[in-house]
Nanobody, 128 residues
Framework: QVSLVESGGGLVQAGGSLRLSCTAS????????IGWFRQAPGKGREGVSC????????RYAESVKGRFTISRDNAKNTLQLQMNSLKPEDTAMYYC?????????????????????WGQGTQVTVSS
């Protein structure tokens, strides 16, 4: 059974940093682009960042460019999101997700329907 488990969320002041992690099991991790989505109360899920199967391609939402960095370690089946210069508008539940298999080592996407597997989420709260 495929499992994605997020960790690292918490409460931080504006301007601070957090590092989110996601640990996967039940799939050949290196075959899949993986990414982060977030959802604030009353809003739909927003694609935050995606990294290609071997880490050579990345994609970021405009709102987080220059502040967030996505990375993966296929040997450890883990995904990370380093979040710096956090703003109150970054407050949301953050989800790790795996997209469909891709043979393209650079392929990334932030379209929610492209993702097959989802974690349970970890809460990030940024105070002003």
């Amino acid at each position: 059974q495929v499992s994605l488990v997020e960790s690292g969320g918490g409460l931080v002041q504006a301007g601070g940093s957090l590092r989110l992690s996601c640990t996967a099991s039940g799939l050949t991790f290196g075959n899949y682009p993986i990414g982060w989505f977030r959802q604030a109360p009353g809003k739909g899920r927003e694609g935050v960042s995606c990294i290609s199967r071997n880490g050579r391609g990345t994609r970021y939402a405009e709102s987080v460019k220059g502040r967030f960095t996505i990375s993966r370690d296929n040997a450890k089946n883990t995904l990370q999101l380093q979040m710096n210069s956090l703003k109150p508008e970054d407050t949301a539940m953050y989800y790790c997700a795996a997209a469909r298999y891709s043979g393209d080592y650079y392929y990334t996407t932030l379209l929610e329907p492209d993702f097959d597997y989802w974690g349970q989420g970890t809460q990030v709260t940024v105070s002003s």
